[in-house]
């Protein structure tokens, strides 16, 4: 995504958490339940309320809750939270590739209340407060396991019949939830859409393999992004992180930086600095991608055209000012902002680039970063104070985007697989 300060013409969009099981103690201290997220809190407006009931996933967490009381262990507790949370992340992909029943009048293929649903099961264990007693070492390990797992991380298979090839896809959640509550995010959209579908390729088939992010910068410092990818990454013929970015248009971002630019997230956190990462002595300034942005800028892939992005921002070497950069960074410089800018989507282009490179993969494993356009709702409905959540336009914006999404993850296969 470009800068997320927001620019003329840009909306910068960007577009998470590990896993710790502690062991279940016969007498757990009772720990005083935390309050409610500022993302948590959001769901109690009309808008999330309204996208949960008319796509039928407003029964979601009550019935969460209801098999919450019934456990009578932490590890029933986490069985429940395991089984729910991937049933989730389940129902979501299916019901985005017409699968099972659609449940109210919102279109499948709307990312919404995957995410909506998704806080809905979060806030009830961050409030619960069970009898037998919950720790906060215990409490937070099921929170990481129900986000893991209605996420599609845990989903992710990194190998399977030996002749598939395997791309892995990354999206995000939505967000600038405060400016407009009704908003999509059109790469969560085509995680959900791709997850588990197969490409044709002249090479053979290719499986994609998808998960989605949440908005968040201390789920990032944390190393969502490395816990998920890392055990995938060496099985990967190709992979993409997926990010909304700029208006009427695709980018091939071409470098990523190593710089956080203190844009608010989805908990209206704010973090600004270098990129937190495992060995910073060894961190590079700049990653580069390794996806085939010649072959997909030209190939005809849909109805939004699709640049070669190069434009950075750094500080020279010697320098004490940013300078914008249009073909990429110069030696010895340092990061203002990446092709993406300085938010999450920047910064999980770095993450899986940087962790592509220290795995040795960077001359064998095509990645990087795409950034979609921005899903716009139609002509007439553009005030979050009086708009719809949806239109016809909003839907056919967003089929739009994941129909060029999978076109240029096609081509990206074509043009590595048969090298």
Known sequence: MTSLRIRTAVLGMALLAGLSTPATTACATQAAAPSPTVE?????????????????????????????????????????????GSALWRRAVERAQGRGPADGDLSRDDDRPLYWARLGLTREVRTWEPEFGLDDAQRSALLEQLERTSRGETDIRCSGQPHVRRILLTGFDPFTLDRDIRISNPSG????????????????????????????????????????????????????????????????????????GGFPDNDNASRTGTVPVSDPATQPQWTTTTLPYAAITAADTGRFPVYDHTEVTEIPAGGTDPVVRPDGPTAGSTARAGGGGDYLSNEIAYRATLLRDRLGLHDTLPGGHVHTPVLQFGAGNTDPATGTVTDPEFVRNRLDIIAQVRSIVTVAAQATFRR
């Not at 967490?61 to 009578?72: K, N, R, W």
């Not at 908005?215 to 997926?242: M, N, Y």
């Open 40 to 84: 948590e809190q959001r769901l109690t407006a009309a808008v999330p309320q309204e996208i949960l009931r008319r796509s039928g996933f407003d029964g979601v967490a009550p019935e969460f809750a209801d098999a919450l009381a019934g456990a009578h262990s932490y590890t029933q507790a986490r069985r429940i939270v395991v089984h729910e």
């Open 189 to 260: 959209a085509s995680a959900l859409a791709l997850d588990g579908t197969v490409i044709e390729t002249a090479e053979g088939p290719a499986r994609v393999e998808t998960a989605v992010f949440p908005v968040r910068w201390q789920d990032f410092a944390d190393g969502t992004v490395e816990r998920t990818l890392r055990p995938c990454l060496p099985k990967a013929d190709l992979f993409t992180t997926v990010s909304q970015g700029r208006v009427g248009r695709f980018d091939i971002e071409r470098s990523n930086g190593a710089w956080r």
